[in-house]
């Protein structure tokens, strides 16, 4: 009977197959022009090119094959040929289709989606108690012939063109994603078994394949890049020995973002995934992690995407504070040297995400950087953006903060003095007048003397500083006077007064 089912298998596609690299290696095969990403448009209708923008269809190796027979049941078979089966179905699956147009091969690709959804079954009932290399090297091969592929050029600006605020972008959806989430389904269920060896799998789960699979969290179809997400999270915990390789590669694609390009699809998936990776770590922390802290995680706060990835870089740092508190004051000095001065909407964020790291901050660590802090603080208050203020002020309803102000409010409220007094004169926010009463009232109970000191200070500034604008006006004036009554020789150059 085995014989019989091993003759129903396509002899043509040998050939097409035997240029294709084992485990992970690449696969170089050129698409078919007519399969390509215009395949079904040709008529150029207005519905078909729409679809176009609507799909990013990625470039697929192609291979041409016959007619493909079902494959019999793994229930039908012995427990001695299970294995066997699992390589046929496995080489079964390498093959690939035109997904592009849904009415092309479609007896052929349900052939291939049953296989898949027979491989998955079986990896999950968890009949075979042990994976053989055979077995690894075939699944590895059949997974970078169907997942690795080369995405084409993006017409939108990708996540750089942001402008601070995650902007609600109509998703691009691959075509070929029903077919994709079933291989994804089994890589994830294969990788999570009890029967992979983790010593046997890491010769084929290796850096080659690791870096393809990272490549692919530029897909533009966020159904893809959230299966990537618990794939990479699952090969992290499975392979122990590629876990440095995984943290320096993921480091290399935060710096190419932040520092080159500013743009890929991925960055919030890889940083949910380094977040839990930051939660596991051991105490105290190693430099290598800090050094992740202080040369990624902060830098990643420069983009103007930021929105995008905002709860998750948040997350991590607050991971790190958790950790170690005595990182605290280091942070907040990093994120005031990457603080926004033309984008009122990453303002925003860098105060709401200040809030979170303050309220985790020891008293010590505070004093390390609270005076440039709240010097910045007390620019945000005097923002003629109602929100920056708005948000700003809020600040001051967190008891933490306030307690931590009240402590060392003889440093702290004569810097937000000034600020205070110049919004509740003449900011134009109702809102935002209305708050700063509030906290210009909490400061005053705090401490009435200090308060009152800080008034007086502020009166006699304000003061000297009309006396001064008074003084300066008046010798313009005489200069402007004087040269009116010069006679012009030459290349004189001459100041004319603004009547």
């Known amino acids: 009977m085995w014989k019989q089912f091993l003759n129903k298998l396509p002899r043509k596609s040998s050939s097409s197959k035997s240029d294709l690299n084992s485990g992970s290696g690449l696969v170089r095969s050129v698409s078919d022009p007519s399969h390509g990403l215009n395949g079904g448009t040709a008529c150029g209708s207005r519905s078909s090119a729409s679809s176009v923008k609507r799909m990013s269809s990625a470039v697929f190796p192609s ?24 390589i046929s179905k496995v080489a079964l699956c390498c093959v690939q289709f035109d997904f592009t147009d849904p009415n092309k091969n479609s007896t052929e690709k349900d052939l291939k989606r049953q296989a898949l959804l027979d491989l998955t079954e079986f990896v999950s009932s968890g009949v075979c108690t042990w994976f053989t290399e055979s077995m690894i090297a075939a699944s590895c091969k059949m997974f970078a012939i169907n997942l690795f592929r080369v995405f084409p050029p993006s017409y939108r600006a990708g996540l750089g063109s942001g402008s601070g605020e995650a902007e609600e972008e109509e998703p691009m959806f691959e075509p070929a994603w029903p077919h ?70 993921v480091s290399n694609i935060f710096y190419r973002f932040v520092f080159e390009t ?43 995407g930021l929105g995008l990835y905002l709860q998750q870089v948040t997350y991590c740092v607050s991971q790190y504070v958790e950790k170690e508190p005595k990182l605290a004051g280091s942070i907040i000095l990093g994120l005031l040297r990457y603080w926004p001065v033309t984008s009122s909407q990453k303002e925003v964020m860098f105060l709401s995400e200040l809030e979170e790291i303050l309220e985790a901050t020891s008293m010590v660590e505070f004093q390390k950087c609270m005076v440039p802090l709240f010097r910045r603080i007390a620019c945000c208050l005097n923002s003629y953006h109602f929100q920056v203020a708005e948000r700003t002020l809020f600040m001051f309803n967190n008891d933490h903060i306030l307690r931590l102000v009240a402590q060392n409010r ?42 009152s000191e800080c008034q007086a200070k502020f009166k006699e500034e304000e003061e000297r500083r009309t006396e001064f604008e008074e003084k300066r006006r008046l010798a313009w004036n005489r200069l402007e006077s004087a040269a009116a009554y010069q006679p012009v020789t030459g290349k004189t150059a001459v100041l004319v007064g603004l009547s």
């Open 180 to 249: 994709l989430q079933l291989v994804y389904d089994f890589l994830l269920k294969f990788i999570g078994s009890q029967s992979l060896d983790a010593k046997v799998g890491k010769k084929y789960f290796d850096h080659s394949f690791i870096l393809r699979l990272l490549d692919l969290f530029e897909s533009e179809d966020p159904r893809e890049r959230d299966c990537l997400k618990a794939i990479l999270h699952r090969i992290y915990g499975k392979f122990m020995v590629h876990r440095p390789f995984i943290r320096k590669s």
């Open 63 to 86: 291979s041409l094959i016959a007619d493909i027979e079902p494959l019999v049941l793994f229930k039908d078979v012995p427990n001695s040929e299970k294995i066997s089966l699992f």
């Open 410 to 451: 003889q440093t702290l409220i004569p810097l937000l003095f000034p600020s205070l007094e110049r919004n509740a004169r003449d900011h134009w926010n109702q809102a935002v007048l209305n708050l700063t009463i509030n906290v210009r009232k909490m400061l005053s109970e705090m401490d009435e003397e200090l308060f």
């Open 262 to 304: 500013e743009r890929h699809n991925g960055i919030a998936e890889l940083l949910e995934v380094f977040g839990s990776v930051v939660s596991g770590f051991a105490l105290p922390l190693k430099e290598e992690h800090k050094i992740f802290l202080w040369r990624v995680l902060i830098p990643l706060h420069k983009p103007k």
